[in-house]
């Protein structure tokens, strides 16, 4: 996983050198995790939302001056890293089941929904499909199809749901599409993609599948990285839409509240929409 330190300038030499202090622990850490520290307000974070959290993190530090480290990954592998004890403050989930389980557990506040998704197909510029003949496309023997690990990664989770609504369009389907899916992303196991190229890009661009079900913003953010790829929408008997759960940790600083706040209010949901996220 990747952490994203957002520094603000502005800061007191000793609170700059505190930081870096934090940040060298951080570094060294055998296990990568975050190290908790006073000054810094930890935010662990859907993988698809790096770049909506990445920027709406830093206009909450500029304008409050409030240091940010944001962890970004698969939200079941980052549910699991934070029930064995790294130190989240808040944790956006691409699901609503994850944050239910932590809060269920104790210790973290009750989830609310603060963004929405939905599942698309990327597909290879070979794949000639539309939403009317994309369950036909799946299907075909020579159409290998790409998807994230359920349980691991909701994404994967909303595929096995398409899968299921696929049934009952076709009788059969979901046995069908079960057997062949691969299950490429959002494993602990996972291969992960060069620096600087985003997962789902990379994975089409090494031609890994023909088809990849993902969320509708990862599959236009891998268009624009690799323009031969196509997106394309789901029909309506089988679109699965994804509701983005947040939470914070029972007791967390005030500045971890304010930051969970800011996720919700316009100019937070003006960046997400932007970037193709629906109204909660």
């Not at 029930?83 to 239910?100: L, T």
């Not at 997106?231 to 029972?250: I, M």
């Amino acid at each position: 996983m990747t952490n994203a330190t957002i520094a603000n300038p502005r800061t007191g030499f000793a609170a700059v050198t505190a930081l870096a202090a934090a940040l060298s622990g951080c570094a060294s850490a055998p296990s990568g995790a975050p190290v908790a520290n006073a000054l810094l307000v930890q935010v662990y974070a859907a993988g698809s939302l790096r770049e909506a959290l990445t920027d709406i993190a830093r206009t909450h530090e500029a304008r409050t001056g409030q240091k940010l480290v944001l962890t970004f990954g698969a939200s079941g592998l980052l549910r699991d890293r934070i029930e064995k004890g790294e130190p989240a403050q808040v944790f956006a989930s691409a699901d609503m089941d994850h944050p239910q389980r932590l809060s269920a557990r104790g210790g973290w506040q009750a989830p609310t929904v603060f963004t929405r998704n939905a599942l698309c197909a990327l597909t290879s510029e070979q794949v000639n499909a539309t939403p009317d003949t994309l369950l036909a496309t799946l299907l075909r023997s020579d159409v290998r199809v790409g998807t994230s690990t359920p349980r691991a990664d909701p994404s994967g989770d909303y595929a096995w749901a398409m899968f299921r609504k696929a049934d009952a369009v076709q009788a059969g389907a979901y046995a069908q599409l079960d057997a062949k899916a691969l299950q490429l992303t959002g494993g602990a196991d996972s291969p992960k993609p060069p620096a600087g190229q985003g997962t789902y890009a990379w994975v089409m661009d090494q031609r890994q599948a023909d088809v990849f079900l993902t969320y509708c913003t990862n599959a236009v953010a891998a268009q624009a990285e690799v323009p031969r790829l196509r997106v394309v929408q789901l029909p309506a008997s089988l679109q699965v839409g994804a509701a983005y759960g947040l939470t914070v940790r029972t007791g967390a600083p005030a500045a971890a509240q304010a930051f969970a706040r800011a996720l919700q209010e316009p100019a937070a949901q003006a960046v997400l929409q932007r970037l193709g996220f629906g109204a909660p």
